[in-house]
T-cell receptor, first 113, second 110 residues
Framework: DVKVTQSSRYLVKRTGEKVFLECVQDMDHENMFWYRQDPGLGLRLIYFSYDVKMKEKGDIPEGYSVSREKKERFSLILESASTNQTSMYLC????????????FGDGTRLSIL | GQQVMQIPQYQHVQEGEDFTTYCNSSTTLSNIQWYKQRPGGHPVFLIQLVKSGEVKKQKRLTFQFGEAKKNSSLHITATQTTDVGTYFCAGGTSYGKLTFGQGTILTVHP
């Protein structure tokens, strides 16, 4: 069974801090994704990666960056956290490009004070 | 860019009643996927539709993909309390990127 693990379930940070959210998958999946989930807005794609050291912007990349140094690990970075980045962050992975299911982690609920 | 609209946002039903959620895309989709998120949980893949006009069933759940591949629906017959959660559609591109709808939150009263 696919396991996508996010490093923290809950996180509280202060405005202006640099924040790292980590995601690890154990199934040798090619693709990894970062979403944020807000009530009434569904899941919105921030960044995704189809290969190591490769990244592509999603629909709402502003204020975020990512890093994928190893295939199994995909990090989301908030360069200077702001209160409007308070949200639930979900990481997902899939085994190939194309029409395949995505497998999600349990999410990190991030609060920026 | 691609937009996927999902309605209704909320649906409250009595146990045993039917439930339907609808999804519409601004562009033609390569495929559509459906996910279920239980309260406090993460989205879990339910099914994928690829062909125009496709209909798939999973027990009490029926999924349809429109002829123009721009809309889809999920219908649950005779809801049970275990059906509670948020149902998301997600429109897919040929290279794997998904655009999620806003989700429908289903509450089932026993």
């Amino acid at each position: 069974d696919v396991k996508v693990t996010q490093s923290s379930r809950y996180l509280v940070k202060r405005t202006g801090e640099k924040v790292f959210l980590e995601c690890v998958q154990d199934m040798d999946h090619e693709n990894m994704f970062w979403y944020r989930q807000d009530p009434g807005l569904g899941l919105r794609l921030i960044y995704f990666s189809y290969d190591v050291k490769m990244k592509e912007k999603g629909d709402i990349p502003e204020g975020y960056s990512v890093s994928r140094e190893k295939k199994e690990r995909f990090s989301l970075i908030l360069e200077s956290a702001s209160t409007n980045q308070t949200s639930m962050y979900l990481c997902a992975s899939s085994y190939a490009r194309g029409a395949v299911p995505q497998h999600f982690g349990d999410g990190t609920r991030l609060s920026i004070l | 860019g691609q937009q996927v609209m999902q309605i209704p946002q909320y649906q409250h039903v009595q146990e045993g009643e039917d439930f339907t959620t609808y999804c519409n895309s601004s562009t033609t989709l390569s495929n559509i996927q459906w996910y279920k998120q239980r309260p406090g949980g993460h989205p879990v893949f339910l099914i994928q539709l690829v062909k125009s006009g496709e209909v798939k069933k999973q027990k009490r759940l029926t999924f349809q993909f429109g002829e123009a591949k721009k809309n889809s629906s999920l219908h649950i017959t005779a809801t049970q309390t275990t059906d509670v959660g948020t149902y998301f559609c997600a429109g897919g591109t040929s290279y794997g990127k998904l655009t999620f709808g806003q989700g429908t939150i289903l509450t089932v009263h026993p």
